[in-house]
T-cell receptor, first 109, second 115 residues
């Protein structure tokens, strides 16, 4: 079967750095997405990785290792508004999106 | 602003009611999706439409009936729902679906409660 694993919940402090991990076992791989979803709102696109390595976008970076079936989302200089759920999704060999259950990130002052 | 709107944002219905959810995208996309999101579970893909044609139906019960009159509008008709159908229903759109990886853009969802 296909599976995406992410921690259910994480807590971090304002101004700090947090890393949210995602591991996957899928039939094929055609890319990995990260989305941010604030409570009661739409998931919004954060990043897309298809090649190994680190992609940086301002305070957010996403890393991919295809050989390890592993990705992480790195958030720097945390702000209270970063409190949200972060969804990892993998595109399989049929170009279907396989979703993780999401990681709820709680930022404390 | 995502360019995908959904109405209503909240809906409470009894098990014998009939209601419809509406989604509209203003992004010029050709593919539209319905997802169900339950607490602490992955998004569940329900239906996919590509150029108004249904290309995916993930074993969804017949009490959910989709309709896609054009590439910009998508409806989900609901009848005789069960309490376990209570969830957030998300609509998404993308440029195309087949043979390529495409970014999906989501609406804010309809929070459905079935009594």
């Amino acid at each position: 079967g296909q599976n995406i694993d992410q921690p259910t919940e994480m807590t971090a402090t304002e101004g700090a750095i947090v890393q949210i991990n995602c591991t996957y076992q899928t039939s094929g791989f055609n890319g990995l997405f990260w989305y941010q979803q604030h409570a009661g709102e739409a998931p919004t696109f954060l990043s897309y990785n298809v090649l190994d390595g680190l992609e940086e976008k301002g305070r957010f970076s996403s890393f991919l290792s295809r050989s390890k079936g592993y990705s992480y989302l790195l958030l720097k200089e945390l702000q209270m508004k970063d409190s949200a759920s972060y969804l990892c999704a993998v595109v399989d060999s049929n170009y279907q999106l396989i979703w993780g259950a999401g990681t709820k990130l709680i930022i404390k002052p | 602003e995502t360019g995908v709107t959904q109405t209503p944002r909240h809906l409470v219905m009894g098990m014998t009611n009939k209601k419809s959810l509406k989604c509209e995208q203003h992004l010029g996309h050709n593919a539209m999706y319905w997802y169900k999101q339950s607490a602490k579970k992955p998004l569940e893909l329900m239906f996919v439409y590509n150029f108004k044609e249904q290309t995916e139906n993930n074993s969804v019960p017949s009490r959910f009936s989709p309709e896609c009159p054009n590439s910009s509008h998508l409806f989900l008709h609901l009848h005789t729902l069960q309490p376990e159908d209570s969830a957030l229903y998300l609509c998404a759109s993308s440029l195309r679906t087949s043979g390529e990886t495409d970014t999906q853009y989501f609406g804010p969802g309809t929070r459905l409660t079935v009594l």
